[in-house]
């Protein structure tokens, strides 16, 4: 009789001495060793025409064994911040203003890692027409600026640059703010209907082709290159399960530091094949325009001060008080692949 079924217990613990050995030596990956997962499927919202960098992780590999469910499209990050409070999704981003109104309004929600912002080739621009009389801040005064909507990024911006340039409050108050798609920003300004239209990315270069139209200021103006926003998760669903989070986290974080490293063009053909591939019948046209993630630290790692600056501003005008959030309460670095002091690998 052949020895392997004359002594299959002498055989398996032969097989565990050499595991144990080869692990020490670094010869085997210890895959077997890794935690379970406590939720293997993860609820996300996507955005038409784009690829979210859940959705680039997921394409590289960095979420395996995750698996990922798309439960639609949104348009605007304070809806899909929402949509995680009341648990219909797990995961979404937004502007830190938007994030920090919500924890202040006792939502149970953590930012876990920065995910957009602007730099010199990612940035958002509040435009007019060449012939327009608005050359001030002050000349804001009465006139109407197309936001994608309200109580984002975009105002805050506009509402800083006024302040900024010595408008109170309350005049401050009659620039109106008027929430239009993204898509219909530019018709909205060449018609007449607003006086002012902030446009970023495709949008903007094709607007600028286009002529007639110029900058009256750029968010990198105000605040030079700085991520504006970041992921949430729920305290909960982190409590519950902290190896999903672990996993989905890290996994985004390297996706986010790929696309900052690999050349734009690289990222660009990716990006087109995950939109061809998952076939929504969307307009993948305006990936071409994809310059770079405008996340300023490498792999989205949250920092106190990206936060307090709009902490700050939400105490200046009036919406908290002082003191009332502080920064370190807001996020966790914990499940970012490249947080301070991980791996050698991940500074």
Do not use: C
Request: charged share 25%; proline share 4%; hydrophobic share 40%.
């Amino acid at each position: 009789m052949n020895s392997q079924f004359r002594f299959p217990g002498a055989r398996r613990r032969a097989l565990r001495v050499l595991l144990a050995g080869a692990l020490a030596v670094g010869l085997v990956t210890p895959a077997f060793a890794e935690p379970p997962l406590e939720k293997s499927e993860i609820r996300y919202q996507g955005w038409a025409g784009q690829v979210t960098f859940i959705e680039l992780a997921d394409d590289l590999g960095y979420l395996a064994p995750l698996k990922l469910k798309w439960v639609g499209n949104t348009i605007s990050g304070p809806q899909d911040i929402q949509t995680v409070v009341t648990g219909d999704i797990d995961i979404g981003g937004a502007f830190y203003g938007a994030i920090l109104k919500l924890i202040a309004a006792r939502a149970p929600i953590k930012a876990v890692v920065g995910y957009y912002g602007s730099d010199a080739n990612t940035y958002y621009g509040y435009y007019v027409k060449d012939d327009s009389p608005i050359k001030t801040a002050r000349d804001l005064i009465g006139k109407k600026v197309a936001v994608n909507t309200l109580g984002a990024h975009l105002e805050f911006v506009l509402r800083e640059y006024l302040a900024r340039n010595g408008l109170s409050a309350s005049e401050a108050k009659q620039a109106t703010l008027v929430a239009i798609p993204p898509v219909s920003g530019e018709q909205a300004l060449r018609q007449g209907q607003v006086e002012v239209s902030a446009l970023s990315g495709v949008l903007r270069d094709k607007a600028l082709d286009r002529g007639g139209i110029h900058s009256l200021f750029n968010d990198t103006d105000l605040f030079g290159q700085f991520t504006g926003g970041s992921y949430v998760l729920r305290d909960k669903f982190i409590k519950d399960n902290p190896e999903a989070s672990r996993r989905l986290v890290e996994g985004i974080s390297r996706a986010i530091a790929w696309a900052q490293t690999a050349p734009p063009e690289e990222v660009r053909a990716r990006f087109d094949r995950i939109i061809a591939d998952r076939k929504r019948n969307e307009d993948g046209s305006s990936i071409k325009y994809w310059k770079s993630t405008g996340v300023a630290s490498k792999g989205g790692v949250i920092s106190d001060a990206e936060i307090q600056v709009w902490i700050d501003w939400l105490e200046k005008d009036g919406l908290f008080k002082p003191g009332q959030i502080k920064a370190s309460n807001t996020y966790t670095n914990a499940f970012n692949y490249f947080r301070p002091g991980k791996t050698a690998d991940a500074q």
